[in-house]
Nanobody
Framework: QVQLVESGGGLVQAGGSLRLSCVAS????????MGWFRQAPGQEREFVAA????????NYVDSVKGRFTISRDNAKNTVYLQMNRLKPEDTAVYYC????????????????WGQGTQVTVSS
């Protein structure tokens, strides 16, 4: 089992920044590929970014490329999502997820999920 706890969400004005953190515990988390997803009210969960277990590979949805950066610190069992130049359309609950052998955009392939953290961007 892997437990994931997100933090760092909040209310920010458009153009501002937030850094989300996801702390993992349980089985060997450093071997997991990790992803961030988001879900806005009335919408389906959407892939945001993913990172391989080593940090050597990353993947982003087009709408956040150049604004968001995913990173990880395996010594701290933590994955980060640095979000810059935030827009109102980034408003959503952001979820951290772990996958044992998959790095990609399909949420069905992720094995463990956190409870989410709310990000609200005001215009």
């Amino acid at each position: 089992q892997v437990q994931l706890v997100e933090s760092g969400g909040g209310l920010v004005q458009a153009g501002g920044s937030l850094r989300l953190s996801c702390v993992a515990s349980g089985r060997t988390v450093s071997s997991n590929n990790m992803g961030w997803f988001r879900q806005a009210p009335g919408q389906e969960r959407e892939f945001v970014a993913a990172i391989s277990w080593s940090g050597g590979r990353t993947n982003y949805v087009d709408s956040v490329k150049g604004r968001f950066t995913i990173s990880r610190d395996n010594a701290k069992n933590t994955v980060y999502l640095q979000m810059n130049r935030l827009k109102p359309e980034d408003t959503a609950v952001y979820y951290c997820a772990a996958a044992l052998g998959y790095i990609g955009r399909n949420s069905d392939q992720y094995d463990y999920w956190g409870q989410g953290t709310q990000v609200t961007v005001s215009s």
